[in-house]
């Protein structure tokens, strides 16, 4: 799922739900092979045919949530759960996603993030070099998106900010995920827009911290050398047991989607060495509050 | 400097590449905090005893029952979770402070990873609390020490052991570990516990529990009699029906399948 994996999407459809889409799709091939049932059968029961059935599983066309529900009901599904939770990613794939009129200030390659981060249940992030995205003030945002931007105009930089900062609804919306996030103490230390930007944002990683789906922790450099050595990353997680979790690495000028079990243990695995080595919850609060001191 | 504060500075033993019994449990429960080793022995044991599925999932509805039981009918506000595992659905906090949010919880488990993840997702409600001790169930001193800086221990406690003393080698007394807990808490008090057991479908079970074995590290499951667990609960009165196959145990609706587990829950007078 890195670039050009889009291919066969309508050209207007906005990215985000396009993987919203995949993973509905790849879901409803799963639950249709394990009920024993050929694509024609699935198309007999929502009146379609066998390649409009093919397009669905790909997640190259969107879904009617009606089909779903007719689908989940041939399929065998009656889990409450399941059911809820399928109709919800039907509706989101359908969704026209609010940073779709941004679309002139946002990577391609970023835009499929925002949609998997919409839909994910568990967010795990390692952060390194700067103050992850979600938790950022406006002040330090501007400060983050200038540097990307030499030469940018001021509107430009004022789009980036607003895409951050309205991003960062879902930590407080109706659906907000737990989020699970390890601060190298290097993104704390490096004063991103000048010492009294720093200090805002060390005093709203604070609050960030006080909310209850939030878990902060701060990999101190006294720990020595760690296992993400290859930089920030970010893990997905979905409430749907049958998608796997994603791994998104960004970079200068694109970014991988990783969902290869092989490659999402491998930074399960350094999250979790991470999280088991870093500074507790509390005692991240009180880091916070030592750097802020000695800045 | 310990893993508690956090600046566990101590190289992880942690070993992806052979089976670890919180993570094969995740497996079956449906989770996605598993390797592969983790997924391999999984899927050998499902193969040797298919009832293990329905068996995990026998145990924590058995959890939810307990719990709710104990919040509900005896009143406990204070538990102390032996063995946390990986957090799943439903974990000994969220049952109980479903029912009554100011209750307080103390997880123990003895692996930093399983307990980071324990910290960083099983958290309370306001009005109640959730604590976790980095200890292995045999450091009782430490356990109770570090329980009591969020528990009252002159109040009743529900100490929870499931699936966990049959990690626990003969050798290691797990009677006296379960005892020496409930020593040192008052009247009152409940013993809750659930393990795997060698009376019910031993063919299949053993054939398991063989193949699990030799997938894993250190540890190693231990197949316990009836009578064997019930010796765990030492003088304690049990709470009706006693100790008894798992799916029995409050049944809400007849077991399906054949659970090759017990279960019992004992009140300390």
Do not use: C
Request: charged residues 25%.
């Amino acid at each position: 799922m890195s670039e050009g994996s889009d291919d066969g999407l309508p050209a207007d459809a906005p990215l985000g739900s396009a993987v919203v889409r995949m993973m509905l799709g790849a879901q409803l091939r799963r639950l249709r092979e394990g009920a024993g049932l050929s694509p024609e059968a699935a198309g007999y029961q929502i009146r379609a045919s066998r390649s409009k059935i093919s397009r669905m599983e790909t997640g190259r066309v969107g879904f009617k949530e009606r089909d779903v529900a007719d689908l989940l009901q041939l399929y065998g599904v009656t889990d409450a759960r399941v059911l809820t939770s399928m109709l919800e990613l039907a509706s989101q794939a359908n969704a026209q996603d609010w940073w779709a009129k941004f679309g002139d200030v946002l990577p391609d390659w970023f835009e499929p993030y925002l949609g998997l981060e919409a839909a994910a249940s568990l967010i795990r992030t390692f952060d390194l070099q700067f103050v992850n995205g979600l938790f950022q003030t406006e002040a330090y945002a501007r400060s983050v998106a200038s540097i990307g931007l030499r030469g940018a105009g001021a509107a430009e930089v004022d789009r980036r900010v607003g895409v951050r900062i309205r991003r960062q609804e879902l930590l407080t919306g109706a659906r907000a995920p737990r989020v699970w996030s390890i601060i190298d103490e290097a993104a704390l230390r490096r004063a991103v827009g000048g010492p009294e930007v720093m200090r805002g944002q060390l005093r709203h990683l604070a609050e960030i911290a006080r909310l209850p789906n939030v878990t902060l922790q701060v990999a101190p450099f006294r720990i020595g050398g760690h296992d993400a050595a290859g930089g920030a990353f970010t893990v997905l997680r979905f409430a749907e047991p049958d998608v796997p979790d994603v791994v998104y690495i960004e970079q200068l000028t694109g970014a991988m989607y990783l969902e290869k079990r092989a490659d999402v243990d491998h930074y399960l695995d350094v999250s979790n060495r991470l999280g088991a080595r870093s500074l507790n919850p509390a005692a991240s609060m009180r880091f916070f509050s030592e750097v802020l001191r000695e800045l | 400097m310990s893993i508690q504060d956090g600046t566990g500075v101590e190289p992880l033993s942690f070993d992806t590449s052979v089976a670890h019994p919180a993570r094969v449990y995740d497996y079956w429960l449906g989770g996605k905090d598993n390797y592969e080793a983790d997924r391999e022995a999984a899927e050998q044991v499902i193969a040797a005893n298919p009832n293990v599925l329905p068996g995990v999932r026998a145990n924590r509805a058995f959890l939810r029952r307990a719990v709710k039981y104990l919040v509900q009918e005896a009143g406990i506000r204070q538990f102390l979770d032996i063995g946390t595992g990986l957090p799943t659905a439903e974990n000994t906090h969220e049952v109980a402070q479903a029912v009554a949010p100011e209750s307080r919880i103390v997880y123990v488990d003895n692996d930093p990873i399983v307990l980071a993840h324990a910290r960083a997702l099983l958290t309370s409600t306001p009005e109640g609390a959730t604590a976790y001790v980095h200890a292995d169930a045999r450091d009782t001193e430490k356990i109770l020490q570090e329980a009591a800086e969020v528990l009252d221990l002159s109040q009743p406690v529900a100490v929870m052991a499931l699936m966990v003393l049959q990690y626990v080698p003969d050798a290691a007394h797990p009677g006296q570990i379960v005892g020496a807990l409930m020593d040192a808490v008052p009247a009152g008090s409940y013993l809750t516990i659930s393990d795997t057991t060698r009376d019910i479908d031993l063919e299949r079970v053993t054939e398991g529990t063989n193949r699990l074995n030799t997938r894993m590290g250190a540890t190693q499951l231990i197949l316990r009699t009836r009578d064997e667990m019930a010796g765990f609960f030492g003088h304690l009165d049990f709470v009706d029906p006693g100790l008894v196959p798992l799916p029995q145990w409050h049944a809400e609706a007849d077991p399906a399948h054949i659970i090759p587990a017990y279960a019992g829950m004992a009140r300390k007078s």
